[in-house]
């Protein structure tokens, strides 16, 4: 079955340095979509995307995130500057179909470790 | 804003026996999904099931079962027949049907240990 896929699954990098996480979402899906879960809280939502065009962000996702399709596979999340509270596990979601009820499928996520 | 609330951290149950994981949300729309997501160990997240809140009639999938009651605003998933590989976190979600916002709302998850 097809999967989402991230890279890499542990990353760590020191505080104030810029960040690439990078996602190759299922071959045909339009849909594309970051979360994060900081240790021992809840899965929050970032971003989604569509389009090549951002559709909704949440308030998490400030000036120091930003994400891009560079091709027609991969769907990367930049962050900027990086912080010690950007520490978190980040999944990357897609989905192929427009309809609501459609699940959206999650890769493994990337561990993110701000030192 | 929405919100999704587990209030069960963590549940055990024996091999073969049932098990229910509570779920419960707030909202004031009318429509909206509900999703039940299991992350093994190995860490992807698989949809376990789905309920769409204008339909009455709980969702079933094999072993795994729900109780929606939408005027409570509680969404419980039932697993039959437990085996060892259910044993996984349990996240339950949310996402409306209104206004063209993709975005799941979770709660914190369950962490179910399934005992031999």
């Known amino acids: 079955e097809p999967e989402v896929t991230q890279t890499p699954s542990h990353q760590v990098t020191q505080m104030g340095q810029e960040v690439i996480l990078r996602c190759v979402p299922i071959?045909?899906?339009?849909?594309f979509y970051w979360y994060r879960q900081i240790l021992g809280q809840k899965v929050e939502f970032l971003v989604s995307?569509?389009?090549?065009?951002?559709?909704?962000k949440s308030e998490i996702f400030d000036d120091q995130f930003s994400v891009e399709r560079p091709d027609g596979s991969n769907f990367t999340l930049k962050i900027r500057s990086t912080k010690l509270e950007d520490s978190a596990m980040y999944f990357c979601?897609?989905?192929?179909?427009?309809?609501?009820?459609?699940?959206?499928?999650f890769g493994d996520g990337t561990r993110l470790s701000i030192l | 804003a929405q919100t999704v609330t587990q209030s069960q951290p963590e549940m055990s149950v024996q091999e073969a026996e049932t098990v229910t994981l509570s779920c419960t949300y707030d909202?004031?729309?009318?429509?909206?999904?509900l999703f039940w997501y299991k992350q093994p160990p190995s860490r992807q997240m698989i949809l376990v099931i789905r309920?769409?809140?204008?339909?009455?009639q709980n969702a079933t999938e094999n072993r795994f079962s729900v109780n929606f009651q939408k005027a409570a605003k509680s969404f419980s998933l039932k697993i039959s027949d437990s085996q060892l590989g259910d044993a996984a976190m349990y996240f339950c979600?949310?996402?409306?049907?209104?206004?063209?916002?993709?975005?799941?709302?979770f709660g914190k998850g369950t962490k179910l240990t399934v005992n031999p």
């Open positions: 979601a897609s989905k192929g179909s427009p309809y609501s009820n459609q699940p959206q499928h």
């Open positions: 071959s045909n899906h339009l849909y």
């Open positions: 995307f569509y389009n090549n065009e951002i559709s909704e």
């Open positions: 909202t004031s729309e009318s429509d909206y999904y």
């Open positions: 309920q769409e809140a204008y339909k009455q």
């Open positions: 979600a949310y996402r409306s049907a209104q206004g063209g916002s993709e975005k799941l709302v």
